[in-house]
């Protein structure tokens, strides 16, 4: 499909698949673009690839990031506390704030419940096999309900306060396995949460809960700091 002279100013593309998308001389100015598969590149600008220049300043924007592609059993520990700590300088910050959203996404609140359903299908689910990972408090990405997730499993929460709680008991949960695991274990395979038939190593697995903690904790700042 090619768009030639079109005015696309102001557009606004969500959960669209853009890869291998080709823009020349157009205007772009301005130019936003969020991803959490930004790993996953290359992006090409003006013919540089600038995923590494990206990575490298938002690691320096979140210190312990980089270590979230740890490989060893030692090295996760260091990454989870890393993770933790980070988003315990973060949560007070979002006193008052966790309710408002900024242009439609997740509020913060709704992103430490999101945090809560990552943890039960990667460790839970995943890596720990239990047949109905999910704790109620959850919430699923976007298409989970579209391919015929079961979302009578989820429901509101009282409080906010209960979400903290849910949330820092699953936490302490990820810690608790972390502190055991071995080698061994990080190469077993698992199947994947989300598509069964693919198997997936441990260490994988525990790489995408990482995933998930840093880059929701990197949408909470950019939100907080639109708020504020």
């Not at 689910?125 to 579209?146: D, K």
């Not at 274990?185 to 997936?200: G, I, K």
């Not at 190593?201 to 995408?208: D, N, S």
Request: glycine share 6%; charged share 25%; with cysteine.
């Amino acid at each position: 499909m090619d768009f030639t002279d079109q005015d696309l100013s102001g557009a606004r593309f969500v959960r669209c698949d853009l890869s291998d998308a080709v823009v020349r001389g157009s205007w772009v100015v301005g130019l936003q673009v969020d991803t959490h598969d930004l790993t996953d590149g290359p992006i090409w600008v003006n013919g540089v690839d600038v995923t590494p220049y990206v990575e490298q300043q938002l690691n320096a924007q979140l210190p312990g990031r980089e270590l979230k592609h740890a490989q060893t059993p030692e090295g996760l520990r260091e990454a989870w506390a890393a993770v933790e700590e980070a988003w315990a300088d973060v949560v007070p910050t979002a006193v008052g704030k966790e309710q408002i959203s900024v242009e439609g996404e997740w509020t913060f609140e709704q992103t430490l419940r999101h945090l809560v359903l990552a943890t039960n299908a990667w460790l839970h689910g995943a890596i720990l096999q239990q047949e109905q990972p999910f704790h109620w408090i959850g919430i699923p990405f976007a298409e989970y309900a579209t391919e015929g997730g079961d979302m009578t499993i989820f429901r509101e929460p009282d409080s906010y306060e209960q979400v903290l709680q849910v949330r820092a008991e699953h936490q302490a949960i990820v810690r608790d396995y972390l502190a055991t695991v071995d080698a061994d274990t990080l190469a077993e395979t698992r199947p994947n949460p989300w598509a069964s038939e693919h198997q997936e190593p441990v260490l994988a697995c525990l790489h995408v809960i990482l995933n998930e903690e840093w880059e929701h904790l990197r949408y909470a700042v950019r939100d907080l700091a639109t708020i504020t």
